[in-house]
């Protein structure tokens, strides 16, 4: 396969990257310096520490993406190394749902204070998106493991 082939998705990959990496180094550094009412602070300060503590599993699962669109380079996709990586897509997302889900009741504080019961819904976006892609992260997982034992039992059988 030509190693062009995937390069609209590995560009995709690193793109979906760098806004996460902006907010982080910028947005979220000036929420913690101006907090827009500085009574409930305290309230943000976890929001922020989870947000950062997302971020860890996030950018690893970005590379076991980019890892994975690597093996579909070299024709490799069809291996025990892709079930690997998307076994670790898999729990990188389940860690970040978790993380987003321990973050809720202090989102729930903040939109008490601020009259704003939307907010809530913003803290529920990641913990659900998340939930998706483990989920396709374990149908993908599954299908290739059985696209792989069918594969060794074609092997076996010439």
Known sequence: MKKGTTLFLKLAVILI?????????WGVFDLIKNPVNP???????PIVIGIYVSAIPFYMALY???RI??????????SEVSIKALSR??????????VYVLMVPFIFL????????GLILFGMVPI?????IAVFAAVLQRLLQQ???IKSENDLTV
């Open 17 to 25: 990257g760098i806004p996460v990496l902006a907010l982080g180094i």
């Open 39 to 45: 009574e409930y602070a305290h309230i943000l300060y």
């Open 128 to 132: 659900f998106a998340s939930i998706v």
């Open 89 to 98: 897509i898999k729990k990188d997302a389940i860690v970040i749902s978790i």
């Open 110 to 117: 903040l939109a008490q204070i601020e009259d704003a019961p």
């Open 69 to 78: 669109l690597g093996y579909i380079d070299k024709n490799e996709a069809f």
């Open 64 to 66: 076991q993406a980019l």
């Open 147 to 149: 696209a792989i034992d």
